[in-house]
């Protein structure tokens, strides 16, 4: 199971930390991906780690401004995002990977329900 937390209202300019918690699994096994979805368009890939060997990556778009993280002692991957834009404002979705990173939704199996972000101006 995993269950997302830390979204809200900010400012432009602002900084939320997105929390996902995974439940009901060895977590060091696997990837944990960020994704997000803004109304009317496709969801994408914002940043991924794979908890195996704490590799990361990040869309262009979240790069230098976005910061991936995981504390395997309490099973939840963190996501640091400072600098905020009207433009990532929408649901954010944590999801496992079974096998490593992909920035294909379809490749990451397990999703979480998701958190919203609202950036304002």
């Known amino acids: 199971q995993l269950v997302e937390s830390g979204g809200g209202r900010v400012q432009t300019g602002g900084s939320l930390t997105l929390s996902c918690a995974a439940s009901?699994?060895?977590?060091?096994?696997?990837?944990i991906g960020w994704f997000r979805q803004a109304p009317t368009k496709d969801r994408e890939s914002v940043s991924c780690?794979?908890?195996?060997?704490?590799?990361?990556t990040y869309g262009d778009s979240m790069k230098g401004r976005f910061t991936i993280s995981s504390d395997n002692a309490k099973n939840t991957v963190y996501l640091q995002m400072n600098n905020l834009k009207p433009e990532d404002s929408a649901a954010y979705f944590c999801?496992?990977?079974?096998?490593?990173?992909?920035?294909?939704?379809?490749?990451?199996?397990?999703w979480g329900k998701g958190t919203l972000v609202a950036v304002f101006s």
């Open positions: 780690i794979d908890v195996s060997d704490g590799s990361t």
């Open positions: 999801a496992l990977g079974t096998d490593g990173c992909d920035d294909d939704p379809y490749g990451m199996p397990y």
């Open positions: 009901g699994l060895t977590f060091d096994r696997y990837a």
